[in-house]
């Protein structure tokens, strides 16, 4: 099935789109980007991606080419142009093209998008449950801007994954900040706990939905770095992502988590997230 | 007058140069980048930039496409082709193009590299004399890396032309680094003293020329971070890269740097290198 890409206020075949060698996405990382989840043919948390889209172009000042209530209705078309029901929206914005200058004048910038069939995730409680490896935090000081320059991130994921993990975990001065595509959450007994956001933390969407849900299960939410040593004792770890959703970890570095299996905190929390989303879209939200 | 690219193995205008949207360079910035200077139509210290395009693309696990040999040839060829002079060879390899995941199988990369023409730099001793302001080093720890990961850059840079300025002076710890675009050195008597290489150094080609030059002038090099404090006592700074050489600076912050002109050591430094550009392309250096 074609897939079709939004660029620039031309809807193609992704396939045929093609960005010039000097656009400053290709040679800078000059960008930010999105990912937007739909469920049966519908956007979810469009608005808050879409706000968090303009701070990340504010925080690298590259002026929104289109307001986000303009921007939500274009991706409505395209993802009724695509037929997809259950997927992604990726979206990637950067200054333009410019002859090669790290200096930067006026220029329109680039904007895309384009819809993806994603697989269902797992039902609440079920999957393989994900394995985390650690590692140095050595990425730059803004990781709130959801910027595309993720060389860091791409090395830290591929270096875990050879050693047959899904995900790494960034570890800064002893303390957990977040994963290379996810943050993560601890539960020590009815406390959950996060780092905040921040230079090391991006504002996830989901982690954010997570962190609205917590206290209606009779949370305590405790945003804060977590140490290495509370990692270990903590009754379940969970990442959060918006294609992921809510994924339960089962192992950390050469340690099960527990009991190996999903805990009942965090099956709790994908239910009321699921709820969000079929509350949000309608969707039946068929699963694997 | 055109200007030619070569792009994984085909010579075309640079305007018909297009890259795919899913080329990882565009969406992850996982890609690493050289700029080689030519003089008269003879490429300066290719082998060095080529054996430093082989180092990053080591470090990121890219494996490069063409030997450097082989690809030395192919950069003069397109040289050749494109009837310039006195320029640089900007010259780009990326992971390749696969469907977006942040976890990279094998795929054949993007190399591609373009000819461009460069006003020629001032005379040794004369020019205005670059203006720097210090920025808080945010970047990532592989520095190392000519990555085209450059957002850090990018904004660094342009927060200081905003002031004026025409290049950021990265500050870790209360030492001097890099600059947002160049390796910086500074003369205390008769000491050379610049950053060490690594984490947050690039091993800059013309920073190498100028510690192999320095002895011969009677230097001491001393590779270690700069205080602040050494910086305002400085007797000269300058700063090094491939396409300004060696450009003496003027202002530090508020604060002329001695006698506000280019100090002899500094002015000794670019004779001596240009010598070198002479001995090995035999240009006779028009300048500025």
Redesign the interface.
């Known amino acids: 099935m074609t897939e079709w890409?939004w660029?620039n206020g031309d809807i193609l075949p992704?396939g045929d789109?093609?960005?010039?060698?000097?656009?400053?996405?290709?040679?800078?990382?000059?960008g930010v980007?999105e990912v937007i989840r739909f469920y049966d043919g519908k956007l979810f948390t469009a608005p808050e991606h879409l706000a968090r889209l303009k701070r990340s172009a504010e925080g690298?000042?590259i002026p929104p080419p289109l307001e986000s209530t303009h921007l939500e209705t274009e991706i409505e078309k395209l993802l009724g142009a695509s037929g997809l029901q259950d997927g992604m929206i990726?979206l990637?914005l950067t200054r333009g093209v410019a002859?090669?200058d790290?200096?930067?004048g006026s220029m329109p910038p680039t904007l895309?998008f384009?819809a993806?069939e994603l697989p269902p995730v797992p039902e609440p409680g079920a999957g393989p449950g994900v394995k985390l490896i650690s590692v140095?935090d050595?990425?730059?000081?803004?990781c709130w801007i959801k910027?595309?320059?993720?060389?860091?991130?791409?090395?830290a994921?591929?270096e875990v994954?050879a050693q047959g993990a899904d995900e790494a975990v960034f570890i800064e001065n002893g303390l957990v900040t977040e994963c290379?595509?996810s943050n993560i959450f601890a539960l020590l007994g009815p406390r959950l706990i996060t780092h905040p956001v921040g230079?090391k933390v991006l504002p996830g969407i989901t982690r954010e939905l997570v962190l609205e849900i917590a206290p209606t299960l009779g949370l305590i939410v405790e945003e804060r770095g977590l140490g290495l040593d509370e990692l270990r004792q903590a009754d379940e770890i969970f990442i959060t992502s918006t294609t992921r959703e809510i994924a339960w970890a089962a192992r950390w570095n050469d340690h099960p988590i527990r009991t190996g299996r999903c805990g009942p905190i965090t099956e709790k929390l994908q239910q009321a997230y699921r709820d969000k989303v079929r509350a949000a879209t309608g969707s039946a939200l068929t699963t694997a």
Do not use: C, M
């Open positions: 890409i660029l992704l789109a093609k960005i010039s060698v000097e656009d400053r996405g290709f040679q800078f990382a000059d980007y690298i000042k990726y990637q002859p090669r790290h200096v930067y895309l384009y993806r140095e050595q990425r730059w000081q803004r910027s595309i320059a993720l060389l860091p991130n791409i090395l994921k591929n994954v290379s595509t230079p």
